[in-house]
Structure formats: structure tokens, C-alpha cells
């Protein structure tokens, strides 16, 4: 006999955790399709999708988000990699430093950036290219947290010193300790930290809209001013696009289990 | 020929000296083995030796070149791990061959130099396999053949075995025995473990709080320890503090009995012990021998061994003995003799 006693005070507070996420969720994807009067339809997504200021945001965050993966990545891998080797009594203060975008509100962040590089001597908004430059540096920093406890996460996994100790003795420099044997081992935990920093840019809207860029953040906040229908299908796309990066990380961890990772 | 040697080798780390004054001339083919407890600076040696550590003062030649300043990957020093260090994402072969790739050597030249160390280890088979598939003592012989692989001058394995179980690692010992016999490779071994360090080892270097204690080899760290460390952390070993009677001679007294030492320095009036293994002690009376009399305290069966341990004037004594079916074990309480030989004991 089952003896196991249910927890009604689990499954409540589930319910009503799911009913706040979900319901919301239900009722703006419901209002996106009821665009035609009295019938269910895809309309306002035709109309998002057919939209050239639609592709061009998307195509500006796209390739934004990449070239912020890249640098954070070139950023973060050696640095995490060097204070877990050299220097691991820094980690308070690079954690500190690392949550600092959480802590200062991002309109903040935004006019400092401004500030510092609309004048002389760097003066980076002159120009969209050198502007884009900004606008990257900028989502380095607001994607920071993720991409820095991903990787140190990753770190964690593995025997940092020993691996490198190992790979030393077999004649590795350092460029080729972190190319053949750290870089490879910490491919789930960048990839983990490259598709959040992704969905993090995709969906930003205060330094793109300051720095009056084309991305796909304030594209969104000038449909909502302006229409109904499209906003809601929109919002629905930027979850669907969370959702497949939320999904492609579990997908690739699923390839790499802890035991593959510390090869004990 | 001297192959490499350490040269008045001092490391200290702020104001906590981890190695002071280490010197040692280690012959081509010589297994030597660090064996000290946990932090005498064994393994802060043998990195040094590795190149992971600098030394504070003091000079590392191998084959004649001063090797102190050289960085790690340029040594050619085989290293293996307490914690394996095997790669995690590559294969068993990728593992072994990634310093020969490293080294730039050719696709075919890689192929067959792992075929031969996976034959030397016997793992011809598991060559495809990733580390996780493997056991610890497997792991342990793979990272064991990709150090051997480079062909490196100098193998320094740093507690391989710690991380093993009993038997694993009893066998691994032997195997790493024969292979450093058959490649007649200049090796240094760290362990904590003195059975390991004795079985293995040409020469023992034993240290204590970053000092060398003793150098010897096995038989002379173990029957002529130097210090009172040495004779303490090399196997067990009883010792009685007692009163010298005739110093010439090295006759001592333990309470009323008088025991005669086979070899002693110097003596005066400062107290001395006595050393004798308890492996030395037999129970009986023996005529030309030291013999002391007490009465047991305990006895413990440890399998092929029965300790007694009794109390001589105050004292406790520990013998061991065979646990041989036609010997008669005491039982605690009773009196019992014992005798052991004068060459069997020293002062210290």
C-alpha cells in the first residue's frame, strides 16, 4: 500500500505559481490572435513579419548578440580561467564587480556611457559604426553576470590546475592549454552562457533606444505606443526566442554529464 | 652519473619556509622516492622540479643544464597527478598522443608511439574509451603512459596512488616498478605512504617540516634511521627512555634491567632512548641477548601478526610476532619474557 502522503500545499502554491506565469502568457498570445474581428488568425504576425523595420531590429540584435557572445567570451573565459588558477581569493571582488549590472539600474549605466563617450577625448557616438562599438561594450557589461557564473560554473567542474599542470608537463603553452584542453571542456557552460547572453541582448531596450540604434527592443516599445494586436504577437516571439535558447541549453547539456566533465 | 640534482633548494611561501636547504643527486634510471607526512614539502619539491613552483634560492640542473628558470613545457618532465589530470573530452589514445601532437610529431608517428605505451600498460583495448568509462586504477595507468609518452628525461608521479583503493593499488605499485625498470627511466616518487616508498624505491629521501631528515636506501631507512623521525615515521618502533650505565659499552638501564645497545654515539649525561622494532622482540628467555621481563597489557590479532603490548617498568613495550599455530599467545595480565638481539638496538 502507498503510504506516500500528499503535500496539498505543494501542489497549491504550483498552481498558482504556474496560473501567474502562464496566464498571462495565455491571455496575450489569445488577444494576438484575435486580430479579425469574431475568428482566430495569424494576422498580426503577418503583419510583424512583413514588416521591414521588423527584420532590420532583428537583424541589428542578431548580429549585435554575436559579436557581444564573442567578446564576452574573449573577455571572460581567460580572466575566470585566471583567477581560478592565480589568483582564486579574488573571486568576492569579481563577483562583486560581476553583479554590479544588477545593482545600478540600467538608465543609469546608459547616461554614464553617454556622457563619458559623446565628448572628447573618446567620442564614440559620432558614428553608427563607432556607436555600434558603444552599444556592444554596453551589452557586455548588462550580459556580464550571466556569462561570468556560466563559465565559472563550467570552471567549477573541472580540475582547473591539475589540467593545466597536465598539459604544461606535455610541452602546452598557455595558448594551447586553454585551445585544447580548457576551451574544449567548458563548451556546454560557454554555449550555456553565450544563449542567455543572446536572449539578454535580443530583448534589450534602454541603451539601444539612447543610443538610438536599430535594434529590436525599441522597435517593440514604439509598436506598443502605436498599435494593439502586433505588441502582443511580438511579445509572444521574444518569449518563443527565450524559450528555444532556454531549450538549445538543455539540449547540448544533456551531452556533456558532470562525470564527462571531471573525468572521474 | 649524477642525472638531476638539487642544489641548496630553499622555498618559502611569505614567511612559512615549505623547503629549506634540499639538496640531492638523483643517477640516471634511479627511482627515488619523497616520503615525509602531509606538508614537509615533498610535493613542493617535486613541483619544483616540474616547474610549477619556483624555487626561492637554489639551483635544479638535469643532464648538467641549470633547469630552475626553464617554464614547465620546456622541461620534458613527465608528470603524474594524485587526481589523474586526464583529459576529459578526449579518447584514451587522444589522451596519450596529445603531447606528441603537441610536439608536432607526425599522424603515423603519434599512432604508433600510443599503440606501444597502451601495450606497455596493457590497454590496447580501451583505447577508444573516454576517461569517465574508466576505473581509477585504469585512469591512473593511462595518465601514467601519456607522461611516459613525450619520453621525458625525468618521470615524477606525486601521490599516484592515494586515490586507489587497497588492492588497486598494491597492484599498480608493482606495475609501476616494472615499467620504470624496463624504460630504466629517472624517476622521483611522492608519497606519504612508507610500505609504498620502501617497496618501490632505489633511494628514500625522508622529510619533516621542509627539512631532509635522512637519505638511504630502503633497508638503511628502515634498519639505521638517523633521527628519531625517521625511526618514529618509517614503521613502528618502540622507544624507552633510559639511564646509561656504562657509556663506553652503551649499556643502559630501563628501571632495574640493564640492556646493552648495539650502536650508539657519543654518550653523557643527557637522556637517551632506546630503539627496537617490535619485530626484533621474541617472548622467551635467550642467553647472550638483552632480555626484559613485564606483564601483558593487550593482545591484538592483525591477521599474519599478533601485537602484544606490555608494560616494562613503567613502560609500554609492543612486539609483534607471527600468529604461527604452534606458538602459545599470551594472555593480558600474565608475565611474560622477552629477548632481543644487542645488534637489534640502538640509542638515540
Known amino acids: ?264 | 652519473m649524477t642525472h638531476l640534482e638539487l642544489i641548496h633548494i630553499h622555498k618559502s611561501f611569505g614567511s612559512t619556509v615549505a623547503v629549506e636547504d634540499f639538496n640531492l643527486s638523483v643517477r640516471q634510471g634511479e627511482f627515488v622516492s619523497f616520503l615525509g607526512p602531509s606538508g614537509c614539502g615533498k610535493t613542493t619539491t617535486l613541483r619544483m622540479i616540474a616547474g610549477f613552483e619556483l624555487p626561492s634560492s637554489g639551483t635544479i640542473m638535469l643532464d648538467g643544464k641549470d633547469l630552475t628558470y626553464t617554464p614547465p613545457n620546456k622541461r620534458n618532465v613527465g608528470m603524474v597527478f594524485q587526481s589523474y589530470a586526464l583529459f576529459p573530452h578526449m579518447t584514451v589514445a587522444q589522451n596519450v598522443g596529445y603531447g606528441l601532437k603537441i610536439a608536432g610529431q607526425s599522424k603515423s608517428q603519434i599512432a604508433a608511439r600510443v599503440e606501444e605505451m597502451l601495450s606497455l600498460i596493457q590497454m590496447e583495448a580501451f583505447a577508444n574509451r573516454y576517461p569517465h568509462q574508466l576505473s581509477g586504477g585504469q585512469q591512473q595507468r593511462v595518465a601514467l603512459a601519456r607522461a611516459l609518452a613525450i619520453r621525458p628525461k625525468v618521470l615524477l608521479l606525486d601521490e599516484p596512488l592515494s586515490a586507489l583503493d587497497a588492492k588497486i593499488r598494491l597492484e599498480l605499485r608493482q606495475e609501476i616498478r616494472r615499467i620504470q625498470q624496463q624504460l630504466g627511466i629517472t624517476t622521483v616518487y611522492v608519497t606519504h605512504d612508507q610500505e609504498e616508498a620502501l617497496s618501490l624505491s632505489d633511494r628514500i629521501v625522508v622529510m619533516n617540516q621542509g627539512k631532509i631528515e635522512q637519505i638511504g636506501t630502503p633497508t638503511e631507512i628502515y634498519n639505521e634511521p638517523a633521527t628519531e623521525f625517521v625511526a618514529q615515521f618509517v614503521g613502528y618502533i618502540n622507544l624507552l627512555p633510559v639511564k646509561v650505565v656504562t657509556p663506553s659499552e652503551g649499556v643502559v638501564r630501563l628501571g632495574n634491567q640493564l640492556i646493552r645497545a648495539g650502536r650508539f654515539g657519543h654518550l653523557n649525561d643527557k637522556p637517551v632512548r632506546l630503539a627496537v622494532r617490535p619485530e626484533e622482540l621474541k617472548s622467551g628467555f635467550a642467553e647472550g641477548a638483552n632480555n626484559l621481563s613485564g606483564r601483558v597489557e593487550s593482545v591484538t590479532y592483525l591477521g599474519s601478526i599478533i601485537r602484544i603490548r606490555m608494560e616494562v617498568e613503567g613502560h609500554l613495550l609492543t612486539l609483534d610476532m607471527f600468529n604461527e599455530r604452534r606458538f602459545t599467545v599470551p594472555k593480558a595480565g600474565e608475565s611474560l619474557s622477552v629477548h632481543f638481539p644487542i645488534e637489534a638496538c640502538w640509542l638515540l
Open chain 1, 1 to 264: 500500500m502507498n503510504t506516500k502522503r500528499v503535500n496539498w500545499w505543494a501542489i497549491f502554491w504550483g498552481i498558482l505559481a504556474i496560473l501567474y506565469f502562464f496566464l498571462p502568457m495565455y491571455g496575450t498570445l489569445d488577444f494576438s490572435l484575435r486580430m479579425k474581428r469574431g475568428e482566430i488568425s495569424l494576422m498580426a504576425y503577418e503583419i510583424v513579419f512583413s514588416d521591414p523595420r521588423f527584420w532590420e531590429g532583428f537583424r541589428y540584435s542578431t548580429i549585435m548578440a554575436l559579436i557581444t557572445i564573442a567578446v564576452s567570451a574573449l573577455i571572460f573565459v581567460p580572466t575566470v580561467y585566471w583567477m581560478h588558477l592565480k589568483v582564486p581569493q579574488a573571486r568576492p571582488l569579481v563577483e562583486l564587480v560581476t553583479i554590479l549590472p544588477f545593482i545600478i539600474p540600467p538608465i543609469v549605466y546608459v547616461f554614464g556611457l553617454i556622457r563619458t563617450f559623446s565628448r572628447p577625448p573618446l567620442q564614440l557616438t559620432r558614428t553608427p559604426f563607432t556607436t555600434d562599438i558603444l552599444i556592444v561594450t554596453g551589452y557586455v557589461v548588462i550580459s556580464m553576470p550571466y556569462m561570468f557564473r556560466a563559465v565559472d560554473a563550467g570552471m567549477r567542474a573541472i580540475d582547473v590546475r591539475s589540467l593545466t599542470e597536465a598539459a604544461q608537463s606535455l610541452g602546452s603553452n598557455w595558448f594551447q592549454v586553454l585551445a585544447y584542453v580548457i576551451i574544449p571542456n567548458l563548451r556546454i557552460a560557454i554555449l550555456s552562457g553565450a544563449l542567455i547572453c543572446f536572449a539578454t541582448v535580443m530583448g534589450e531596450l534602454i541603451l539601444a533606444s539612447f543610443l538610438v540604434r536599430p535594434a529590436l527592443g525599441p522597435y517593440m516599445a514604439l509598436l506598443g505606443l502605436t498599435k494593439a494586436y502586433e505588441p502582443a504577437a511580438l511579445a509572444i516571439i521574444s518569449y518563443a526566442l527565450t524559450w528555444f535558447s532556454l531549450g538549445l541549453i538543455q539540449l547540448v547539456s544533456r551531452g556533456g554529464t558532470a562525470q564527462q566533465l571531471t573525468g572521474r
